[in-house]
């Protein structure tokens, strides 16, 4: 998995340019010109054939675990038809920042011949023509290219939704929070990823590349889609060959995996009788709507298994994982996650007063309760009345 940071202008390989020297027009000796140094006979044309990483640049991220990145190429060279392979990177020089070595800037002429370890910033590389033998460079500029490192990393990420899932594409919104250390907590604030899901891939199964901020050694990594799971965290590994971070949200969290379990509708941190509420309530207004849903924008949507509707099928994911919380916080102690204590039943009027009235459109029995019972005549067949037009779009953009 690639991002467009990290994909750079170009590929790192070799161009070569050729420049062609008139050297019946040019003096035989002075700065940079090529002359008769080594007692070759005067040709109307001299070419010289440059191979370096320009025209262009490079951009990259840096690497997991560090403020800097390895980036390389083939070391650079030149030919020149009248006096052979010529020392180009002697020719060249590297400026950071746009400040020089001379004004104080870093000395990246290291860097030049075949790249290295790149501190963040920009780098400008200038190569000027090769003279001969213990001759000074030349004026003209024969190649030039740049290096970008950001002030970011890559973090790839595999995620799996609690099955039973459908098997065409759909996307859904992911949200991750990363931690480096919980004593004291040094941890970002979530963000989010639009993620398409099945498709290519296993169903269920999705991926993404996202970038997060460097200098920490970031250890641990929280996801969840909050418009229908709890929280899983996994740890993060910095990959010593991709050198970004890697971590998987997969296999069953009752083992060791971490998947995204499904049937959380209000963003909190607990599957519970109002997800069971909310499930009915779009059942009545809203039964088709579709399968997709992304970081844009957040409201309630009950069709977990991605086919587009709202069915017994999506209901089954509320059934199954009735009472479950967050799973495996990166911080138990203050950080994301907890225990809290999910709810079997609540009153039509606490519903009126928490501005969730809609809901009781769930109250199959019509005691003025909804609860379990109501859950087990959902399974028996009993469907809600016709629906009021309530509308269900009170989740929060971000729980907890």
Known sequence: MKTSIESGLFACCLVGVRVALSLAQAPDTGPGQVGDAFNRPKRNNCELTVSCPGPGGI??????????????????????????????????????????????????????????????????????????????????????????????????????????????????????????????????????????????????HGEASVKIPTGFNWTCITAWDPQHSLKSADFADCSAVSRRYEVVFKGDPSGVGAWLIQGNLNGDAVIDILDFGLFLAQYNNNSSPGPDTTCDVFHTHADFNGDGFVTVADFTFIQRNFLEDDKDSCCPDGGSGGSPQGRTEISAQELHELGLGELIVADLNADQRLNTLDMTLYLEGVRPGASKGAQTSHLRRFRR
């Open 59 to 204: 951009q990259h991220n840096t690497d997991c675990d560090s403020t800097a990145a390895v980036v390389s190429w083939p070391p650079i060279s030149a030919i020149d038809t009248c006096l052979g392979p010529v020392e180009l990177a002697d020719c060249c020089t590297c400026v950071h920042n746009g400040v020089p070595p001379s004004m104080g800037g870093y000395n990246c002429d290291h860097l030049t011949s075949s790249g290295g370890n790149f501190p963040q910033g920009h780098y400008d590389f200038t190569c000027h023509r090769p003279g001969a033998e213990g001759s000074p460079c030349g004026a003209e500029v024969v190649c030039t290219w740049f290096v970008d490192i950001s002030n970011q990393t890559t973090m790839d990420v595999e995620v799996q939704l609690s099955p039973i899932v459908f098997g065409e594409e759909f996307t859904r919104c992911v949200c991750f929070e990363i931690f480096a250390s919980c004593v004291p907590e040094v941890s970002e604030d979530g963000f989010c990823e639009t993620i398409t899901f099945g498709g290519p891939l296993f169903n269920g």
